[in-house]
């Protein structure tokens, strides 16, 4: 079953809403968790890295007053899209790695669709 | 820096065709290698993975070997279905598997019956 749990799976929304995205562990604990996004046909770009209780950090190029990332507890991590525009439309993933070496897992994603 | 190049799609076979994705890598230190599956409107699944040199990841009839000195790590795959279906993603992190993913930029595969 999945350990990774993300929602909502689709939104469609207009222009200038700002949107959550939840990215919940299962059964486990995580400091980390990892926000990625994909555009159509391409690969998964990181966007930042969520932290529980501190800062998230970013790459570089990804805005951080546009993607607000809250790592508020150790099985929850929010991606808020701020006013978001058609070019936010992507497909975003969040991730989780189980610790102790062992491989991330990922949730299954959230189509973004801005009108 | 760290990248994944891995071959360009889409690939199409047969069913009960053998199947490659090759995929090489750059990075510092000793990475951790992965491959990920996801199929049509899905997350990604790991596939498989291999963690140091000449080790062997295994799943689902699918291998790819650990290879140091090519940096190399090629999805094979002896006879492919058609729920094979899907875009693989070669990764790898620096160390463990508990710190960002680099990817490749994906390759699709289409298996017809």
């Known amino acids: 079953g999945a350990v990774v749990s993300q929602h909502p799976s689709r939104v469609i929304c207009k222009s200038g809403t700002s949107v959550k995205i939840e990215c919940r562990s299962l059964d486990f604990q995580a400091t980390t968790m990892f926000w990625y996004r994909q555009f159509p046909k391409k690969s998964l770009m990181l966007m930042a890295t969520?932290?529980?209780?501190?800062?998230?950090?970013?790459e570089q190029g990804v805005e951080k007053d546009k993607f607000l990332i809250n790592h508020a507890s150790l099985t929850l991590s929010t991606l808020t899209v701020t006013s978001a525009h058609p070019e936010d439309s992507s497909f975003y993933i969040c991730?989780?790695?189980?610790?102790?070496?062992?491989?991330?897992?990922f949730g299954d994603g959230t189509r973004l669709s801005i009108l | 820096g760290d990248s994944v190049t891995q071959m360009e799609g889409p690939v199409t076979l047969s069913e009960e065709a053998f199947l490659t994705i090759n995929c090489t890598y750059t990075?510092?230190?000793?990475?951790?290698l992965f491959w990920y599956v996801q199929y049509p409107g899905e997350g990604l699944q790991l596939l498989l993975k291999?963690?140091?040199?000449?080790d062997k990841g295994s799943n689902k009839g699918f291998e790819a070997t650990y290879r140091k000195e090519t940096t190399s790590f090629h999805l094979e795959k002896g006879s492919v279905q058609v729920s094979d279906s899907a875009v693989y993603f070669c990764?790898?992190?620096?160390?463990?598997?508990?710190?960002?993913?680099?990817f490749g930029k994906g390759t699709k595969l289409t298996v017809n019956p």
């Open positions: 291999a963690t140091k040199a000449d």
């Open positions: 969520s932290n529980e209780g501190s800062k998230a950090t970013y």
């Open positions: 990075a510092t230190g000793y990475p951790s």
């Open positions: 990764a790898h992190t620096p160390q463990g598997g508990s710190e960002k993913l680099v």
């Open positions: 991730s989780a790695p189980l610790g102790g070496n062992q491989p991330q897992h």
